[in-house]
């Protein structure tokens, strides 16, 4: 028993499609004409419309942020934990939305879309996004849901980075963010990670120069070393050691080049399934998102002058174990909306699973997130 | 001026080979017949033949361990700063012997020799050697040279791992033992990376079961991938960070998968030149050399009975920004060489340089190693 069991799923959910006509200016200088965004909603809106939570997904999750499928009833979202009646993110209180990025690869307009222009599936052509893409186009299929101003918005990791944006893009759109497991940009090492992910998956020769849809094939190869290494970094060194350390798959060694050790097996596993299920494409531009989003640059590098806009509460969490986006990263989160004087609450929590903290069920973060969440709806007068 | 211009080079030297007849039991339980080392010395053995030091190479470097070649000058050892006239290893006293290890692709016997028991390039058929293997076959280098023990082994990183063995492996064989950015095993991250690297090279197309030599080609966009992410583990964040930052190459975004932040193009360039000189069978076998090094597994993971052999003093030094092998690994040597009543002297340098400080000219460092060897060179009475 881990506490979460009494509590009760949104259940069984349906994703929509909103369809957007007017041309979308990104930043990269390209337009792109009307798309589709796939999104869900759990909860209910209520009468004035204000008790609205936009949940941004990071990497390689989606729309479907709670509940199930009915004809799937293994397909949980990805943060199931968080999101349902009497969880932090309480959905007898608020309305959830969660949406599949631009560019993304589970329904959205994407790589794997049909460009209108040629009739062809866009595959590389499909331009470069930025998360400031993602929260205009967020904020228009906002706009088509009749809310004006989210009560929060909150993300994880690359999604709690569109939560930041917002607080700058849309300042009198937000009332909260929730910004956690996040840095204020991508380190050069971040940044080397990323792109050792990008290669892999650009020199596997049936990447076909991003058109491989063509080709009735995907760079299988690259994108399991994408993943394999993406992982790497989404866990903590003491989680792997008391996870796998150098327990061997077999008992002994084989001095071959099959799997010895638990933790190669693991990763294979892990490579395999996502290269089942994601999009190279997709993937390419996540982390091409990842590395441009800096706010801080068109200021100078100077967070605090590019927070100066925001005028939504923050709660920032880090986790003490996360070497992808350290808490001295978020810290400097913290500085910049303090010499705005914002009001922020940070945590640091002590967890020992790395920058994937966020997305599990750890007691201390989640009673601290029902809490804020508590706060809001006290403040909607819910 | 780095206080090193006015030291002298060893000047150019010449490497020299040596056959080995008597077959070599290796732990994978295979066999090798014959096979050859090449080896460079450097500095002149005394009468006594005391004055030996064994300078032991880590993942992609080799015998050429100081000096120049007289038609290739620039190519010059890669630890020529700690090794010559007047450096921290100082070859006016000690006679310096630096080894392509076996399985190497640098002219030792490896997966690019032919394998005489079928006349064809051994590739994929070569085994998996160890790093007990190498101390094994080192061992034999020295009876053919008349040493019968070495006044010091020493390395970095892998190299340092050699030094350990040897400790175990001939305890009488070795005076002393500098143990230098080392860890008694390999952790679970460290393996991980290891693995994706490996995945890298064996998914390549190119790479066609490691027989790629009879296909005049060579898995080159593996071994890119696996350079890339290696050197990422080289490097401390905060090197990272100091030398590449978030600096752009072109002055401003692009929005393209060419090259747009410093630490893609040098990733790139680094994984470029690597795949233009190594050779991945060996890349792949000196992965699971690191891998299977565990000195301690056969003593039911007691670290300190697996040192009780070891009779060598040890010179163990640490950098404080190594993220692959941390200064809590060598404490972790410390501790087991105390719980012997070992002479030990341990160190943690204090540098930014991340695993790579070991090569790096670090004046603190050198004067530790110099002042070290200065101690040995008084117990031979040098």
Not at 20 to 43: C, H, I, N, Q, W
């Amino acid at each position: 028993m881990d506490g979460t069991q009494d509590k009760l799923s949104v259940g069984a959910v349906t994703p929509s499609v909103a369809r957007f006509d007017e041309p979308l200016k990104l930043r990269s200088g390209a337009t792109l004409g009307g798309y589709e965004l796939v999104y869900e909603t759990y909860g209910t809106l209520n009468a004035g419309k204000s008790n609205a939570v936009l949940v941004c997904h990071a990497l390689n999750a989606a729309h479907h942020v709670a509940g199930y499928y009915a004809d799937d009833p293994d397909n949980v979202g990805w943060w199931d934990n968080m999101i349902g009646p009497g969880k932090p993110l309480d959905t007898t209180r608020f309305f959830v939305i969660g949406v599949n990025n631009l560019g993304g690869c589970f329904g959205s307009t994407g790589p794997r879309s049909v460009n209108p222009a040629t009739g062809r599936v866009w595959g590389a052509d499909f331009p470069v996004v930025t998360v400031e893409d993602w929260v205009a186009s967020q904020a228009r299929l906002a706009d088509q849901l009749g809310i004006q101003r989210f009560a929060a918005v909150m993300g994880g990791s690359l999604g709690a980075m569109q939560a930041l944006s917002w607080t700058i893009q849309y300042p009198e759109r937000i009332g909260h963010a929730l910004v956690i497991a996040c840095a204020p940009n991508l380190s050069a090492q971040n940044i080397a990670f990323n792109e050792v992910a990008r290669q892999a998956i650009i020199t596997d020769p049936d990447f076909h120069a991003g058109h491989y849809y063509e080709h009735n094939t995907q760079p299988t190869r690259g994108l399991r070393v994408a993943r394999m290494v993406g992982h790497i970094t989404y866990l903590s060194d003491d989680e792997m050691a008391s996870k796998f350390g150098r327990q061997l798959r077999n008992g002994k060694l084989n001095y071959t080049f099959d799997v010895e050790f638990e933790i190669e097996s693991y990763l294979r596993h892990q490579g395999n399934k996502f290269s089942d299920y994601f999009d190279a494409n997709t993937y390419l531009r996540i982390t091409k998102a990842l590395d441009y989003f800096d706010p801080a640059a068109e200021h100078g590098g100077n967070l605090s002058l590019a927070l100066e806009p925001a005028t939504a509460s923050f709660l920032v969490i880090s986790f003490t174990t996360d070497w992808r986006f350290s808490p001295e990263r978020s810290r400097e989160i913290i500085k910049a909306l303090l010499d705005n004087r914002r009001d922020v609450t940070y945590a640091e929590i002590d967890a020992p699973h790395g920058h994937d903290a966020f997305l599990l069920d750890d007691a201390r973060y989640h009673r601290l997130v029902a809490a804020y969440f508590d706060r809001i709806s006290k403040d909607l007068g819910a």
